[in-house]
């Protein structure tokens, strides 16, 4: 099946610094790329829809300017949390829906886990 | 708005036992239906899907039938093994920008 990565896949980094966390397609182009945020113990809240070459959308309540996301190509997107604070702190799961196959499916990548001291 | 409700865990079976996890949903129009696995540590991986009413989805001895009649995709699988416990979400994903909505995640916990 299609496989979508995540880099890192664990970071820890200060309060204040801002950190890139990549999601890739490996074997297959992705026009359309959703970035998600999951709490502990909790189901996962789309952030937004990353389309390539165009702007993100962001769903409400999540801050464009807060959590910077690019999709440069085909096979990658970045979501960058910039200026990174505690709260931050969560796990980050992406996905992408491969642009040639059945429009229903989604793959997900391994998510990232931030920690921000 | 699309929403989905499955039931609250933790659920905690005996090795071999009978497993439903149940699910039920609210959307305009034809969803797509989905159940995703989330193994302790790890992304979600897709189990099974449905993409029209009384479709079955089934996978590794799981399965789930569309009912539109009742709105619901209860997930079941016969005899469930240590291997099974994780978290199990159900999901729809419908409307124009295709977007997936999930439940809150049923945990399972299967003891020897």
């Known amino acids: 099946g299609a496989v979508v990565s995540q880099h890192p896949s664990r970071v820890i980094c200060k309060s204040g610094t801002s950190v890139k966390i990549e999601c890739r397609s490996l074997?297959?182009?992705?026009?359309?790329m959703f970035w998600y945020r999951q709490f502990p113990k909790q189901s996962l809240m789309l952030m937004a829809t990353?389309?390539?070459?165009?702007?993100?959308?962001?769903e409400q309540g999540v801050e464009k300017d807060k959590f910077l996301i690019n999709h440069a190509s085909l096979t990658l997107s970045t979501l960058t949390v910039t200026s990174a604070h505690p709260e931050d702190s969560s796990f980050y799961i992406c996905?992408?829906?491969?642009?040639?196959?059945?429009?229903?499916?989604?793959?997900f990548g391994p998510g990232t886990r931030l920690l921000v001291l | 708005g699309n929403s989905v409700t499955q039931m609250e865990g933790p659920v905690t079976l005996s090795e071999e036992a009978f497993l439903t996890i149940n699910c039920t949903y609210t959307?305009?129009?034809?969803?797509?239906l989905f159940w995703y696995v989330q193994y302790p540590g790890e992304g979600l991986q897709l189990l099974l899907k449905?993409?029209?009413?009384?479709d079955k989805g089934s996978n590794k001895g799981f399965e789930a039938t569309y009912r539109k009649e009742t709105t619901s995709f209860h997930l079941e699988k016969g005899s469930v093994q240590v291997s099974d416990s994780a978290v199990y979400f159900c999901?729809?994903?419908?409307?124009?920008?295709?977007?997936?909505?999930f439940g809150t995640g049923t945990k399972l916990q299967v003891i020897p």
């Open positions: 959307a305009t129009g034809y969803p797509s």
């Open positions: 999901a729809l994903m419908g409307g124009g920008y295709q977007k997936v909505t």
């Open positions: 990353s389309n390539e070459g165009s702007k993100a959308t962001y």
């Open positions: 449905a993409t029209k009413a009384d």
């Open positions: 074997d297959f182009q992705a026009t359309t």
């Open positions: 996905s992408a829906r491969e642009s040639s196959g059945a429009q229903e499916t989604q793959y």
